[in-house]
């Protein structure tokens, strides 16, 4: 995060000639959604919060609970998701303005949240699916 013109500039000087991609920062910092979505469903939806970073990343001490998705978000999923083609992922949204937008998929997610707050086995419910779905090679 930068908070100035200065701060950016040391950002962009730091990638040592990588393009930068720039963005305003949500209006609701340290709050996110994050959607966990297995073979084209949605599975779990974690409510991520910090009180003292923007991030609330919950290794990074955000705290975490299990919500119920907002309906604006499912449809964002389900738009989404046929395009990723992607078998287990998250998907992560922000908050600004009383909106909800789109952060990040992250297609190699990590699962610490839904151990500590369900009693899911994501590496399960994972393999299972992988079992059952017809791969040809």
Do not use: W
């Not at 200065?6 to 996110?32: H, S, T």
């Not at 990343?57 to 119920?68: C, Q, S, T």
Request: glycine share 10%; hydrophobic share 40%.
């Amino acid at each position: 995060m930068a908070r100035d013109v200065g701060e950016v500039q040391e950002c962009c000087r730091k990638l040592e000639g990588r393009g930068p991609i720039i963005q305003e920062m949500a209006g609701d910092p340290g709050r996110d959604l994050r959607i966990y979505v297995l073979g084209g469903r949605i599975i779990a939806s974690v409510l991520r919060t910090s009180d003292v970073d923007f991030r609330a990343n919950f290794k990074l001490g955000g705290r975490a609970e299990i919500v119920e998705p907002p309906e604006e978000v499912c449809k964002m999923v389900r738009r989404m998701v046929p395009e990723l083609m992607a078998d287990f992922i998250g998907i992560d949204f922000v908050f600004g303005d009383g909106r909800v937008y789109l952060n990040e998929v992250e297609d190699v997610v990590g699962t610490r949240m839904l151990y500590s707050l369900t009693d899911m086995d994501p590496a399960r419910m994972y393999m299972e699916y992988i079992a059952h779905s017809k791969i040809s090679l």
